[in-house]
């Protein structure tokens, strides 16, 4: 069955750096990437995808890339701040069934 | 613009009580709608979805089921809340074609 893995412990880094974050998939071959915020007690919220034909995608200070050898996709977000402390989701999207992952919880430190 | 409403925000239901959750989308046609439910500090369980009017698929098998009686209204029901059944429940959608996905702001459903 389709399995989607993410970093399950917190990442806590200083304010500045660099957060990256892992998402692994098997058992599947998803046409698209996406990486989603969610807030505590609220829905989450789209930041951006990645098509299986590319390799890096940039929006602002957010980074991702794809690799569908390895079946793996690496969010980054450059320059830290604490206004970005909240679980990040992955979704391995194929058609119209969208799984995520379990979500790693990002605390950017002042 | 499209929005999608979700309701109510809180429930408290007593054990073996019967439960519906409403959820509309506005601003778009025949979306493909979805129900979550994320149990504390857990990760979103997908319960259902539907591509159009009356076609449900069912992810996990439990005591609760789906409706979608209108093209932009799809229905959350149980017959007999669970203790179990406590939990974070969104719904969401998205259109054919284009995959991102629009979540409403959820349903905290306390069973007692």
């Known amino acids: 069955s389709q399995k989607i893995e993410q970093n399950s412990e917190a990442l806590n880094i200083q304010e500045g750096k660099t957060a990256t974050l892992t998402c692994n998939y098997t058992?599947?071959?998803?046409?698209?990437l996406q990486w989603y915020r969610q807030d505590p007690g609220r829905g989450p919220v789209f930041l951006l995808l990645?098509?299986?034909?590319?390799k890096e995608k940039r929006k602002e200070r957010l980074k991702v890339t794809f690799d569908t050898t390895l079946k793996q996709s690496l969010f980054h977000i450059t320059a830290s701040q604490p206004a970005d402390s909240a679980t990040y989701l992955c979704?391995?999207?194929?058609?119209?069934?969208?799984?995520f992952g379990t979500g790693t919880r990002l605390k950017v430190l002042a | 613009s499209q929005t999608i409403h979700q309701w109510p925000a809180t429930l408290v239901q007593p054990v073996g009580s019967p439960l519906s959750l409403e959820c509309t989308v506005e601003?778009?046609?025949?979306?493909?709608l979805y129900w979550y439910r994320q149990a504390a500090g857990r990760g979103l369980q997908l319960l259902f979805y539907?591509?159009?009017?009356?076609?449900i698929s069912s992810e996990v098998p439990q005591n609760l089921s789906a409706s979608r009686p209108q093209d932009r209204q799809f229905i959350l029901s149980s017959k007999k809340l669970l203790l179990s059944d406590s939990g974070f429940y969104l719904c969401?959608?998205?259109?054919?074609?284009?995959?991102?996905?629009?979540f409403g702001q959820g349903t905290r459903l306390t069973v007692v």
């Open positions: 969401a959608w998205s259109v054919q074609g284009i995959p991102e996905a629009f």
């Open positions: 058992n599947y071959s998803p046409a698209y």
């Open positions: 990645i098509r299986e034909n590319e």
């Open positions: 979704a391995p999207t194929g058609t119209y069934k969208y799984i």
């Open positions: 601003g778009t046609s025949n979306p493909n």
């Open positions: 539907s591509v159009g009017i009356g076609q």
